[in-house]
């Protein structure tokens, strides 16, 4: 094996050396040819490392300043609002002959809702979205969109890491890990739940194998946004950044002790942005300060 597998030797004591070899020496064998075709990613980039949150330039130009990704779980079928099937219409009542339930299936049913063409798109919309219709010229219907699992959370995890099963980074953590952050005083990824929950939970803006500072911040709708990010009464800001700089030199210790050990940077890194976030957040949450204009064209009247 050639001298680049140097810096994976680097052991601390037994138990790093198994943990690290753990999954078979080919590994290893497998860094080696990476690194030598320049293929294997660095571990050691001091400016991620540093502030893994720094904003980064983009491979080709950017024309978007900012994304929301909108998963409204649990919407109507697309068979009852944009997207008309004249055959089961044909068909209604009728009960198909092959037995795909393992049982006695029901019969056919079509959509209780009448349909109309709108705008120069021609677009279809059900009877129930006449304010939709009015705008169908400036969205972008996609048909072709498929899933791989008949079940709704792995469904829930497809359309958000692209992956039916858990572990894998959702688009937010792509995104957040690939341009970084403009904002250092709060996440730059944050997630705005619902009452009932997600089915899947936190798996849907998870970071997956991607470190965990890129994984989603979820927000509450009301009160604090994040739990336990108010500072106790009892507690001075003083006597606080003194607490965090005795959690920042142990830790730190311990980090130099484990290279490499992305969790624990993020931990690391995760108590700072909480620090800086007491004041951003709540202010962020906070629309007293908006104008009624504001309010009223985000439906808040």
């Not at 349909?115 to 219709?133: D, I, L, M």
């Not at 929950?197 to 500072?213: C, Q, R």
Request: charged share 20%; with cysteine; hydrophobic share 35%.
């Amino acid at each position: 094996m050639s001298h680049h597998c140097g810096r994976f030797a680097s052991f601390t004591d037994r138990r790093d050396f198994l943990k690290k070899a753990g999954a078979g020496f080919g590994l290893l064998a497998l860094a080696d040819l990476l690194e030598g075709g320049g293929l294997l990613a660095s571990d050691t980039d001091p400016g991620r490392a540093l502030d893994p949150m720094a904003p980064r330039q983009p491979l080709s130009p950017a024309r978007a300043k900012a994304i929301i990704w909108l998963f409204m779980e649990g919407a109507p079928s697309s068979v009852d609002l944009f997207d008309p099937k004249p055959e089961l219409t044909k068909n209604d009542g009728k009960r198909i002959s092959i037995d795909v339930f393992n049982g006695n299936p029901g019969p056919l049913m079509k959509s209780p809702f009448r349909f109309q063409q709108y705008g120069e798109s021609g677009a279809w919309v059900c009877e129930k979205y006449p304010n939709v219709a009015r705008h169908v010229d400036d969205f972008a219907f996609i048909k072709s969109l498929y899933t791989e699992s008949n079940d709704h959370v792995p469904a829930l995890y497809q359309i958000n890491t692209g992956i039916a099963r858990p572990g894998f980074p959702s688009a937010g953590s792509w995104i957040t890990y690939g341009l970084g952050s403009e904002s250092q005083n709060l996440p730059g990824y944050v997630v705005l739940g619902n009452r009932q929950g997600v089915k899947g939970g936190p798996l849907n803006w998870s970071a997956g194998f991607l470190p965990t500072t890129y994984q989603g911040t979820l927000f509450r709708s009301s009160g604090a946004p994040i739990l336990n990010l108010t500072r106790p009464e009892q507690v001075t800001r003083d006597d606080q950044r003194a607490q965090l700089d005795f959690l920042h030199r142990v830790n730190d210790a311990h980090l130099q002790q484990h290279p490499g050990e992305p969790d624990l940077l993020a931990r690391i890194q995760s108590f700072e942005l909480a620090y800086r976030m007491q004041m951003e957040a709540s202010d962020l949450a906070d629309f007293s300060s908006e104008s009624q204009e504001t309010l009223s064209l985000y439906g808040l009247d």
